[in-house]
């Protein structure tokens, strides 16, 4: 019995060019892969991972030497991957026997390109803590998490001073050179907005 060969609608070859066509067409205006990221969208949900410049200004409560209130801002670049380097200034006070003023390097590190993201930092540099202790140096590693443009932080602060050296006449004869240091151990809870 012999075959009879299948017959095909002269417009199908057509309609596969076509259809063909379209879905490159759609495909050629989708974002490179390297502009979509994890999010999938050519806007990322976490501005952290875009490049450009970067700033932020955070108010926080301390308990260390008493409790103070803080305000800080800190400038810089995001490097498009999640990493931000700047550094920063503000003001830390109780309004009564505590002002400082410190001046910091800034690093921070968002792990996701999500919205929600978890984050590590540090701050390093000086403060200058009128009236009592003079200048004197900090360092305050952090953790916390980014939901949009706003941080939740937990900062542990360590902050040396030097008093100066004095000298003690005891009376076997000799003056004795006796130097003096102060460490300050802070816990800060702090709420910051990038923009």
Sequence with gaps: MTKIPRCHKPHDRNN????LHYHEKIYSDLPPAD????????????????????GNVAVGIAAGYGFTGMLTTSHGYNFGNGVFLGAGTGVMTNLYDVIEIPLFAHLRYSFIP????PFIGAKAGMTYFLGRFGLGLTLSPEIGINIGKVSLG?????ERFDGGSIK???AVGYPVTVRSRYN?????????YDF
């Design 154 to 158: 937990l900062v542990y602060m360590f």
């Design 114 to 117: 999500k919205k929600v993201s």
């Design 184 to 192: 300050i151990h802070w816990l800060n809870f702090t709420v910051s």
């Design 35 to 54: 502009d979509v990221g994890y999010t999938g969208f050519s806007q990322q949900a976490n501005h952290r991972y875009e490049k450009g410049y970067g």
């Design 168 to 170: 003690i006449d005891y």
């Design 16 to 19: 596969i060019d076509l259809k």
